[in-house]
């Protein structure tokens, strides 16, 4: 890992966190669709060890192996496992967007956040909330997991949630338990002032 520096070029990191089933793709694809043909932020890579679905079109697939050798050769500027899966983030796909301007929306983990944080002061967290039955008829419909790790990850999210909150002063906070459009002009109005 490298030193916990400030690493932020002219561009500003948004990075956008939540449970599982909060609906944090579907406000990414929101912002994509308002923000046709020319915009002033990127929506960077995250590679992941599982399967990618379709909606999912950021996301790229990698094995294990791969993963762990990238990691070694220090490749991701952010990296986390959950649920017996790792994630990354490019460190020169964010650096060369952040250097170039523009402003990156990263699909990150809340328990990374401050790491993130860390090593780039000037990113802009967003947190997407939606209430707990929801989240699981969302989990449901993606038929991703079976029943056993649905319980364990909503049980998982709402032990986190008011501590995560409090630490979390500056944080912009979208609740996504309504139409989808609700939720997404929140977060296009965040994307403005950034």
């Known amino acids: 890992m490298p030193e916990l520096t ?4 002219p561009g500003r990191i948004v990075y956008l966190m939540g449970a599982s089933g909060a609906g ?4 990414i694809r929101y ?4 923000f046709p043909g020319h915009r002033n932020f990127t929506i960077t890579s995250r590679y992941i060890t599982r399967e990618v679905h379709g909606d999912s079109h950021h996301d790229q697939a990698i094995d294990e192996k791969e993963f762990h050798q990238r990691l070694r050769n220090d490749f991701f500027a952010f990296h986390w496992e959950s649920y017996g899966y790792y994630y990354g983030i490019s460190r020169q796909e964010l650096d060369e967007s952040l250097a170039r301007g523009l402003n990156c929306i990263v699909n990150g983990s809340r328990r990374y956040h401050t790491i993130a944080r860390r090593l780039y002061p000037e990113l802009v967290t967003v947190l997407v909330r939606a209430d707990p039955g929801l989240r699981w008829l969302r989990l449901e419909l993606r038929r991703r997991d079976d029943p056993g790790e649905l319980a364990t990850r909503l049980k998982n999210s709402d032990n986190i949630f008011n501590l995560e909150t409090k630490k979390l002063p500056h944080c912009h906070v979208i609740d996504n338990n309504g139409p989808l459009e609700a939720a997404g002009e929140k977060f296009i109005s965040i994307l403005r002032r950034v």
Do not use: V
């Open 6 to 9: 400030n690493l932020t070029g």
């Open 24 to 27: 944090k793709d579907s406000l």
């Open 31 to 34: 912002a994509e669709k308002y």
